[in-house]
């Protein structure tokens, strides 16, 4: 390969996910996705300021409205860094969904078992079930992309439907991990000792948030600064580049799918023992995929999903006050979520052929100074 050939594949793969990303990307997305909601609202007849206004009272107003955005940010943070961190190996994990059915079923299981242990021996225990269920839902799909070259998108996929009948199976009648006679398909309450901590008294905020922003700082400190996180990175930018530097693609694949897995599994685990504190049927509701959502808008950056999730939760916390004073709709939140991750699309697909127009000028120039 020549030096501009080599030029243009770095400048290119900075472009589709590598380390130099545009840091300013999700920003400008969040900004002009803003814009042109507002221009929907003014053409409905609301006032777009009236409407951001009470949005943002709704948001973080008050410790409850904080409280509130923390607690949906929560499950979009730790799916979020789950598909951010598999990205990061050139592997697209879209089996949140099913991995946070499993992991919240493995925590609740813990949660339901009466064990003479500590209160915080107890909740760790749940929290590391909740990660090996994900972990243990990643095996098939880590398996067949590592050794049988067979594409995790569809494998990850369609475990989620699995996931979300499996859970279902559990919490209806005669399973043991059913509540007999309820009116609606869960399981009986999780033992007090097994939950999460409250962080802010009076509200639903649980200690999942501190463990999506830990994790998310973590995960950057690997990728960024060891041989392990090196090798994930050089996987994603060139698997035979890895494989001739010596790097077990095979071996380093599964791991990271199956840590990806794992992570996903922690995202249900917060919303059953830190939020609801038992096991519903169908009780994540689309989380996975909107986690989907902020790993692409945040370009796959660890640190850059704890912004995209608040933002999320954000949007969600605050849309029902913007309904009430402004008279907008909650689903525009919705929309403003898709516009920002659209424009990040976008925005990026414009950064990347830039960056090949410029790689091909100068390797035409190279070639007609050559000649």
Not at 262 to 276: H, P, R, S
């Amino acid at each position: 390969m020549s030096d501009s050939e080599k030029k243009r594949e770095t400048i290119v793969l900075s472009g589709l996910g590598g380390v130099d990303l545009t840091a300013g990307r999700p920003l400008l997305a969040i900004v002009l996705s803003l814009v042109v909601s507002a221009v929907f609202m003014a053409v409905q007849g609301a006032n777009p300021i009236t409407a951001y206004t009470a949005m943002l009272k709704g948001a973080v107003g008050s410790v409850a409205a904080l409280a509130n955005t923390g607690v949906r940010a929560a499950p979009l943070l730790l799916g979020g860094i789950a598909v951010a961190f598999g990205f990061k190996a050139g592997m697209l994990n879209v089996g949140i969904e099913g991995q946070i059915y499993a992991g919240g079923a493995a925590a609740a299981a813990i949660g339901l078992i009466p064990l003479p242990v500590p209160a915080w021996f107890h909740m760790t225990l749940a929290v590391v079930a909740g990660f090996l269920g994900g972990v243990i839902w990643g095996i098939i799909p880590a398996y067949l992309k590592a050794y049988r070259g067979i594409s995790e998108i569809v494998v990850t996929l369609m475990l989620n439907y699995v996931g979300i009948h499996f859970v279902s199976l559990l919490v209806h009648e005669p399973s043991p991990m059913a509540e007999k006679g309820a009116f609606y398909p869960q399981s009986p309450p999780l033992l007090p000792s097994s939950h999460l901590p409250i962080l802010i008294k009076g509200t639903s905020l649980h200690a999942g948030i501190l463990l999506g922003i830990a994790l998310a700082l973590i995960i950057y400190f690997v990728l960024q600064y060891t041989p392990f996180g090196f090798k994930t990175r050089m996987l994603g930018q060139n698997p035979e580049a890895a494989r001739y530097a010596g790097v077990n693609v095979k071996r380093q694949t599964a791991l990271v799918l199956l840590i990806s897995c794992g992570i996903g599994g922690l995202a249900g685990t917060g919303e059953v023992i830190g939020l609801k504190g038992r096991l519903f049927d169908y009780f994540s509701m689309g989380l996975g995929y909107d986690a989907i959502a902020v790993a692409l808008m945040a370009n796959s950056h660890p640190l850059g999903v704890i912004l995209t999730a608040f933002f999320f939760g954000a949007l969600r916390a605050g849309a029902g006050r913007m309904e009430t004073i402004a008279g907008v709709k909650t689903p525009i939140s919705q929309v403003i979520q898709a516009l920002a991750v659209l424009f990040v699309i976008a925005i990026g697909f414009a950064e990347y052929s830039r960056a090949a127009r410029l790689a091909q000028k100068e390797q035409q120039e190279e070639i007609s100074h050559e000649s």
